[in-house]
């Protein structure tokens, strides 16, 4: 599977987007939702979407906080607060690894709904808040999709790969990580799906 952008890059948006949660919330008194509907409006949700290094790695949270709200700002450092955090941590894993925007999950599963799942979940945060999220947009595994989409069954997709159908069953559900196939399984399934090894691994 192909995510948004670099797994590089993945830390430092969630730093960003979670310090930018914290001044929103806490020095600028705004919700949480208000925040993200100000964010995708003004298009700094597309530029974190590609992980666009002019504003993830060259802008301060303050300076991007400033763009977002159109309006000079009188602001410290930034500070973390756990919660919000959280919440800017997750939405941002969400939507490198699912390759939705910030828009088509948040419309779905609002950030204020993520801050309370946070709130309860503690450190089972983000598999939580993942699980919700992949059930709200009907979430297929790359595999799944791909197979269904050459119109297989999974019976017939073992027998043209020669991949036991107890093992693509497993990684259709999550139960074993397709990443860490090997190299000669991911190509067999590759190949018989006509697409890269790449686009199937999660």
């Known amino acids: 599977m192909v995510h948004s952008y670099d797994m590089r890059y993945l830390i430092k948006v969630r730093r960003k987007l979670s ?8 020095r600028e008194h705004m919700s949480l939702d208000e925040f993200m509907e100000k964010f995708i409006s003004s298009g700094m949700a597309q530029k974190f979407e590609t992980a666009n290094p002019i504003y993830v790695l060259g802008k301060s949270e303050n300076e991007l906080l400033k763009i977002i709200l159109r309006r000079d700002l009188d602001l410290g450092s930034p500070e973390i607060y756990v919660y919000a955090s959280w ?12 390759r ?21 979940s503690e450190g089972e945060a983000i598999p ?3 699980k919700v999220i992949k059930e709200r947009i009907s979430y297929k595994p790359p595999l799944q999709e791909y197979r269904e989409k050459a119109g ?4 017939q997709l073992a027998e043209y790969s020669r991949v036991p159908v107890e093992k693509i069953i497993s990684y259709e559900t999550d139960e ?25 691994i999660c």
């Open 19 to 26: 310090n930018l949660f914290c001044l929103a919330t806490e």
């Open 87 to 98: 919440t800017g941590y997750v939405l941002a894993y969400a939507q490198w690894y699912l």
């Open 100 to 120: 939705k925007t910030y828009k088509e999950i948040t419309d779905l599963f609002p950030c204020s709904q993520m801050e309370e799942y946070a709130h309860r």
């Open 128 to 130: 939580k808040i993942m």
């Open 152 to 155: 297989y069954t999974q019976a």
């Open 176 to 200: 074993e990580d397709i990443s860490c196939a090997e190299a000669g399984t991911l190509y067999n399934l590759a190949k018989a799906l006509g697409c890269s090894m790449e686009d199937i």
